[in-house]
């Protein structure tokens, strides 16, 4: 089977899902969708450490580890089903790509809600790591790159200047059609950075294998 990626640009309770394969060097749109991370889209439980907040203390942890645990499953689910339906087309998912946001260490959670600011950078953090936590668990590559550096990253490491990265992802939406907004052209562009360094691991994997080879002979 051919070897496939899948980005993820995540909000507070949904990701932006694109999964691509690469063909000659370009991506390919393989799939693409919103999926939610909470089962009621609704603002308490899309902002978990908002919500838990205005709650009493004895409440809060409780609150937000059910949030917590209920996006993981919901993550884990949206890619197991997306891997399904890939080996059903003849590809593999091997890889997956992560936008991330400033990476600030957070916290116990009394020091969270005490701060904003923090408040809000966790909110996000817990749906991030619910899609770190499926894609390990369903044995992916995971590339993680914070979403300021993702043009740096992609075009140092597919090898095209912004401009073409640009046109590359525009192409990508005018054959695919809307809705093509800034998720959808992050995510695909992530899946993309993420195939291309999963297959790199894989060519310096097997050259030490056949090094080891040849020493054995």
């Known amino acids: 089977m051919k070897p496939a990626a899948v980005g993820f640009r995540v909000h507070s309770g949904w990701t932006a899902v694109v999964a ?12 693409r969708e919103r999926a939610h991370l909470v089962r009621t889209f609704t603002y308490e439980y899309r902002q978990p450490y908002h ?14 580890s059910r949030v917590r645990a ?11 089903r997306l891997k399904g339906t890939l080996e059903k087309e003849g590809y593999c998912l091997t890889s997956s790509g992560l936008l991330l946001a400033s990476g600030r260490p957070l916290p116990e959670l009394a020091g969270i809600l005490a701060s904003h600011s923090l408040i809000h950078a966790a909110d996000g953090e817990l749906f991030r790591d619910a899609i770190l936590d499926a894609t390990a668990r369903c044995g992916l590559l995971s590339a993680k790159v914070k979403e ?62 056949r090094g080891r080879l040849r020493r054995q002979s």
């Open 20 to 31: 691509v394969a690469i063909d000659e060097g370009i991506p390919l749109v393989l799939a």
């Open 51 to 64: 919500t838990a907040a205005t709650m009493p203390a004895d409440d809060r942890e409780v609150f937000v």
């Open 70 to 80: 209920e996006a993981r499953h919901l993550a884990f689910r949206t890619i197991s």
């Open 148 to 209: 300021r550096d993702l043009l740096d990253s992609a075009a140092r490491t597919l090898g095209f200047g912004f401009r073409d990265l640009s046109r590359q992802m525009r192409e990508l939406g005018r054959r695919l059609g809307p809705p093509w907004s800034q998720d959808e052209k992050y995510a695909s562009l992530v899946a993309w950075l993420s195939a291309a360094e999963s297959r790199s691991v894989r060519s310096s994997a097997r050259a030490v294998t």
